[in-house]
T-cell receptor
């Protein structure tokens, strides 16, 4: 079945640094990928929709200059958290839809970001 | 008002019990609905889709009531391995793949 790989699984960084998270669709082409964030005991919140070859669409309240999204190929989207702060510490999950199957979305395994 | 609302629980039940989770959604234009399961510190995994006619998969039964904008999940004969958070999910448009997640309901099955 369709697989989405996300890397890294966890990362610890210092305040002020930038962190890049990769999301790859391994056996299907994903023209659209989604980035979610989940704080402890809360729901997954959609941050942005990543579109291959064009600008990402950000949800209300998500700073596009802080969360840079690049979707340069049909199998790779990246999320860069720039100038990270402790409040950015969260679980970031990417997902992609394989339009050839009936599953709504395939999720990456998530990245747990801790900013110290 | 949240777009998808669930009782966060936790629901603590003994093994073998039957437990039901409810969910309401606010956007009547929502097209499709799903139940996902999420284990601690893991990504969500699709449990089952939800149809107006109701659907069953083994011990799990899902039901959709569009008139009341209400979704349910019934788990029969609970197992210890059913302990997880169950997420109610709405898809506003089948053309976008964009999903809206509820907060999740935590289930703890005890021996």
């Amino acid at each position: 079945g369709a697989v989405v790989s996300q890397h890294p699984s966890w990362v610890i960084c210092k305040s002020g640094t930038s962190v890049k998270i990769e999301c790859r669709s391994l056996d299907f082409q994903a023209t659209t990928m989604f980035w979610y964030r989940q704080f402890p005991k809360q729901s997954l919140m959609l941050m942005a929709t990543s579109n291959e070859g064009s600008k990402a669409t950000y949800e209300q309240g998500v700073e596009k200059d802080k969360f840079l999204i690049n979707h340069a190929s049909l199998t790779l989207s990246t999320l860069t958290v720039t100038s990270a702060h402790p409040e950015d510490s969260s679980f970031y999950i990417c997902s992609a839809k394989d339009w050839t199957d009936n599953s709504p979305l395939h999720f990456g395994n998530g990245t747990r970001l801790t900013v110290t | 008002r949240k777009e998808v609302e669930q009782d966060p629980g936790p629901f603590n039940v003994p093994e073998g019990a039957t437990v039901a989770f409810n969910c309401t959604y606010s956007n009547s234009a929502s097209q499709s609905f799903f139940w996902y399961r999420q284990d601690c510190r893991k990504e969500p995994k699709l449990l089952m889709s939800v149809y107006s006619s109701g659907n069953e998969d083994g011990r799990f039964t899902a039901q959709l009531n569009r008139a009341s904008q209400y979704i349910s999940l019934l788990i029969r004969d609970s197992k210890l391995s059913d302990s997880a958070t169950y997420l109610c999910v709405a898809d506003l448009s089948s053309n976008t793949g964009k999903l809206i997640f509820g907060q999740g309901t935590t289930l703890q099955v005890k021996p």
